[in-house]
């Protein structure tokens, strides 16, 4: 007669697995109902673990919500960070700084509806307003130090810091349920707004430098020769000929445009 097969063991947790185990189950019910609506019982009992082991990893629902936010407040501040150090020129750093909010969105959607949420005094690092904060603040030295390299006011750098941020970033909130445009395209149009203000909006802005170089061109041209049509037709004393379609100028900067 065959003797049974020993049944096999399921391979015990580390601490430091459980714990990341315990913080990735949180993170996805604190993002779909929010810290109020999810309980300590909910993320033992999805981990397959008593209430006594969240309690001995984070001391309560609290302490697990705190260090969530923390992590993803330091993932988003990080990668904003480093995308305004990358950048060469000013455009290029504003334009890496909004796509790298929009993947953060697209790739870490959970962590970004954490820290748009009204923050809970259980989040360890502050609000998401506090967040915002800091990245103006890093934006905030570039801006100053274009202001002085260009003759205007470096002490209106903070303020146009926090409008700049401040506009990326509802536009992410936005763009986290809408999803569309593509994040490339929506990185574009908002350093469109942000670098050419509504009076000098790029008719079809690009990330890519040479795009736009092609599409300043073929827009001169068409000025060109609406210019030219508009001048036979004054010459035969037409005095209701169109005005020449306007044609984005290639702003001062440090850098290509």
Known sequence: MTEPAPRSRRKRMTGKERREQLLDIGRGLFAERGFDGTSVEEIAAKAGVSKPVVYEHFGGKEGLYAVVVDREMERLLAVVTRALTDGVHYRDKLEQAALALLEYIEECSDGFRILVRDSHGAAGTGSFASLLSEIAHR???????????????????????????????????????????????????????????????????????????????????????????????????????????????????????
């Open 139 to 257: 934006v905030e030295h570039i801006l100053g130090r274009e202001f002085d390299r260009h003759g205007y006011d470096d002490k209106l750098a903070p303020m146009y810091a926090q409008m700049i941020v401040g506009m990326v970033a509802f536009t992410g909130q936005w763009w986290l349920e809408a999803r569309k445009p593509k994040r490339e395209e929506v990185a574009a149009h908002l350093v469109n707004l942000a670098w050419n203000g509504l009076s000098r909006l790029e008719p079809k802005p690009y990330l890519d430098p040479r795009r736009r170089r092609k599409e300043r061109e073929k827009l001169e041209k068409r000025a060109e020769k609406a210019a030219a049509k508009a001048e036979r037709r004054n010459r035969k004393g037409d005095d209701d000929a169109p005005e020449a379609p306007w044609v984005p100028q290639q702003a001062e900067s440090p850098g290509p445009a």
